[in-house]
């Protein structure tokens, strides 16, 4: 028998998990400052993803994987193309024109909108008369309204590191940044991943195999990708490596940003629940803030801080409306039938961050 806890072993992956994909913005910030193409760099950083999780995908799910159809082939083309190939596409021309912190922020509203979205397809259902429900909405109005501040107001900085380990530190004001559209593609970002959450939740009932499923999205972001870059990207000098710190990026970005962030995902929600996942989304802000401060020498903003805690607040109040709303389902269940143990139907929390 382990002598570690279950449930200790889940904050352990969960700190492993918000602490490497915190360094994922800083990490792709160095690369973007060192050049890198941004239609490139993403076509390779999947290509390593890929690499990871097809190897997993053939071992480990070679017994459960259903027989692969034309209707799983064009679901797997779609959600690669919402979840791989727009959401990493906005990701990184918005982190080009703000900062590791405020793309880490933003990510932080995924829940909240991933819910409102759910609510409009009718996945998620709202009860405005009790608690939970009250706090779902409230949750998701603080939410949007967070990420609107940061992407509407900047303000003063309020904080200037001293001492970092690049000579130049990252600014909103740098010639040909924008960080009004740097916001609007981290929002675009958020929309792309809070609509793969919920758009998956169909196909995965029809096929269960995770691993295979990520493996393929990867597949075609692959090639979507590469059509991309190839029609925009035409100078051969933007495809190469130029350094070890730009393979070192691609590497850190592919194997720990992409394939173990799955893999550990994949992990915890079986284990301990989303909710479990997306209670823990603030220690990446909070992580990838400091990281950027020393490593990066970036300035912190009024706007960005204001939105920061708004979103941050939001995604709780969602959390706990969730957690009270499962604590009331189960207690109606247990109520009617006390010789039967029944789990609660599907909701879009039960979503959240499972792929």
Same mark, same amino acid.
């Given at each position: 028998? *382990?002598?570690?806890?279950?449930?200790?072993?889940?904050?352990?992956?969960?700190?492993?998990?918000?602490?490497? =994909?915190?360094?994922n913005?800083?990490?792709?910030?160095?690369?973007?400052n060192w050049?890198?193409?941004?239609?490139?760099?993403?076509? =390779?950083?999947?290509?390593?993803a890929? $690499?990871?999780?097809?190897? *997993?995908?053939?071992? #480990?799910?070679?017994?459960?994987?259903?027989?692969?159809?034309?209707s !799983?082939?064009?679901?797997?083309?779609?959600?690669?193309?919402?979840?791989?190939t727009?959401n990493?596409?906005?990701y990184?021309f918005?982190?080009?024109n703000?900062?590791?912190?405020?793309?880490?922020?933003?990510? %932080? +509203?995924?829940?909240?909108?991933?819910f409102?979205?759910?609510?409009?397809?009718?996945i998620?259902?709202?009860?405005?008369?009790?608690?939970?429900g009250?706090?779902? +909405?409230?949750?998701? !109005?603080?939410?949007?309204v967070?990420?609107?501040v940061?992407t #509407?107001?900047q303000?003063?900085?309020?904080?200037?590191p001293?001492l970092?380990?690049?000579?130049?530190?990252?600014k909103?004001?740098e010639p %040909?940044? %924008? &960080?009004?559209?740097?916001?609007?593609?981290?929002?675009?970002?958020?929309l792309?991943w809070?609509s &793969?959450?919920?758009?998956? *939740?169909p196909?995965l009932?029809?096929y /269960?195999?995770?691993?295979s499923?990520?493996?393929?999205?990867?597949?075609?972001?692959v090639?979507?990708?590469?059509?991309?870059?190839? $029609? !925009? @990207?035409?100078?051969?000098?933007? &495809?190469?490596?130029?350094?070890l710190?730009?393979?070192y990026?691609l590497?850190?970005t592919? +194997?720990?940003?992409?394939?173990?962030?799955f893999?550990?995902q994949? =992990?915890?929600? @079986?284990?301990?629940?989303?909710?479990f996942?997306?209670? =823990?989304?603030?220690?990446?802000?909070?992580?990838?803030?400091?990281?950027a401060?020393?490593?990066?020498g @970036?300035h912190?903003?009024?706007?960005g801080?204001?939105?920061?805690?708004?979103?941050?607040?939001?995604?709780?109040?969602?959390?706990m409306?969730k957690s &009270?709303? *499962?604590?009331?389902l189960?207690?109606?269940?247990?109520?009617?039938? %006390?010789?039967?143990?029944?789990k609660? /139907?599907?909701?879009?929390v039960q979503?959240?961050?499972?792929?």
């Amino acid at each position: 028998m *382990s002598p570690v806890p279950e449930r200790a072993k889940l904050h352990i992956a969960m700190v492993v998990f918000q602490t490497g =994909y915190a360094g994922n913005p800083v990490v792709m910030r160095f690369a973007l400052n060192w050049g890198v193409s941004k239609l490139v760099f993403p076509l =390779y950083r999947t290509i390593i993803a890929l $690499c990871v999780l097809a190897p *997993s995908a053939f071992f #480990l799910e070679k017994n459960e994987r259903p027989a692969i159809n034309t209707s !799983f082939l064009i679901q797997f083309f779609l959600l690669g193309l919402i979840g791989i190939t727009l959401n990493q596409g906005f990701y990184i021309f918005g982190l080009d024109n703000t900062s590791p912190t405020f793309a880490s922020v933003t990510e %932080n +509203v995924v829940p909240a909108v991933s819910f409102l979205m759910a609510v409009l397809l009718g996945i998620e259902k709202v009860e405005l008369k009790r608690r939970d429900g009250i706090a779902k +909405v409230v949750g998701t !109005f603080v939410s949007v309204v967070g990420s609107l501040v940061i992407t #509407l107001y900047q303000g003063p900085t309020i904080y200037q590191p001293s001492l970092t380990l690049m000579d130049k530190p990252i600014k909103a004001e740098e010639p %040909n940044k %924008n &960080w009004t559209l740097g916001c609007l593609c981290l929002m675009g970002h958020c929309l792309c991943w809070s609509s &793969w959450i919920v758009l998956q *939740s169909p196909l995965l009932k029809k096929y /269960p195999a995770r691993f295979s499923f990520v493996s393929y999205s990867c597949f075609f972001a692959v090639i979507q990708f590469f059509g991309i870059s190839a $029609c !925009f @990207e035409r100078d051969i000098e933007r &495809w190469k490596i130029s350094s070890l710190g730009v393979l070192y990026a691609l590497l850190y970005t592919g +194997v720990v940003g992409s394939a173990m962030v799955f893999a550990i995902q994949i =992990y915890v929600v @079986e284990k301990g629940g989303p909710l479990f996942v997306s209670a =823990y989304l603030p220690l990446q802000t909070l992580i990838a803030a400091l990281l950027a401060t020393f490593a990066l020498g @970036e300035h912190f903003f009024l706007g960005g801080l204001i939105g920061a805690i708004l979103i941050i607040c939001g995604l709780y109040l969602v959390v706990m409306g969730k957690s &009270w709303e *499962s604590q009331a389902l189960h207690q109606h269940i247990a109520d009617e039938d %006390n010789n039967h143990t029944h789990k609660p /139907p599907s909701s879009l929390v039960q979503l959240l961050l499972s792929s």
